[in-house]
């Protein structure tokens, strides 16, 4: 019998074994990941106790998420099967975890996860603080060097009355990212608008909502519109 036969005879085994273990470590943190889904919906941060199971909740839902993503088998896995998954790229390497912080008030943001897998690199995880819209949708757009960038957009909540959309274009790299353009508006809850809008036949960005507390002649609603032009690098606004 050849070398190689019997490495194959070997190997395939403890293959076989790896990703079976690797997906029992999946299964076991969906479990997981949908017990504390369950049980975010459930608690109310204005009830005795109940905000500090919220904070602890929130951060096992990030140490979860980032200890299963960041499995190599977790690549080729179906991510929208993982709880708090909000969006993925066309090209399956991008995907956003999104979830309502929870904390009480009228602003009500949501705290991100961010995967990605660039190249042949393994795959990153990175919970983003900063961006607190809900992102559910992700086009793909080339730029002058022929790299992928990740248009993302989402909406969040900003008070009572009120949502803010966010659109966030983003540059990956093996380890990092880098944020090449963010714009967000802020309109009333009750306004019948389109709020913000890709097109992707045309690579324009635009954005329409009306102004809060102005009213032009005969009870008009002061419309505000913008747009923005991708230019092979980034967003460029057009008149």
Not at 123 to 152: C, G
Not at 190 to 218: H, M, R, V, W
Request: aromatic fraction near 12%.
């Amino acid at each position: 019998m050849r070398k190689s036969t019997v490495l194959i005879f070997v190997l395939l085994p403890l293959l076989i074994f790896s990703q079976k273990n690797n997906d029992k470590k999946i299964a076991s943190a969906i479990n997981i990941l949908k017990i504390h889904q369950s049980s975010l919906d459930k608690l109310s941060p204005f009830d005795e106790g109940e905000l500090e199971d919220i904070i602890r909740l929130n951060r096992k839902v990030k140490e979860q998420l980032n200890e299963v993503l960041q499995l190599d088998s977790t690549n080729h896995f179906p991510k929208e099967t993982i709880p708090f998954f909000t969006s993925q790229s066309e090209d399956k390497n991008f995907a956003i975890f999104s979830w309502e912080e929870n904390m009480g008030g009228t602003y009500r943001p949501n705290i991100n996860v961010f995967y990605w897998k660039y190249k042949d690199a393994f795959p990153n995880v990175m919970t983003y603080e900063r961006e607190e819209a809900n992102f559910s949708i992700i086009y793909q757009i080339k730029n002058s060097d022929t790299d992928t960038l990740y248009l993302a957009l989402g909406r969040g909540v900003g008070c009572i009355t009120c949502v803010f959309e966010k659109a966030l274009l983003l540059k990956l790299n093996t380890t990092d990212f880098t944020e090449v353009f963010a714009y967000q508006i802020d309109y009333h809850l009750d306004n019948d608008l389109q709020g913000l809008n890709y097109d992707e036949a045309t690579q324009i960005l635009s954005y329409e909502y009306i102004e809060q507390d102005c009213e032009k002649e005969e009870g008009e609603n002061c419309w505000v519109r913008g747009k923005f032009k991708f230019d092979g690098g980034t967003f460029i606004e057009i008149d």
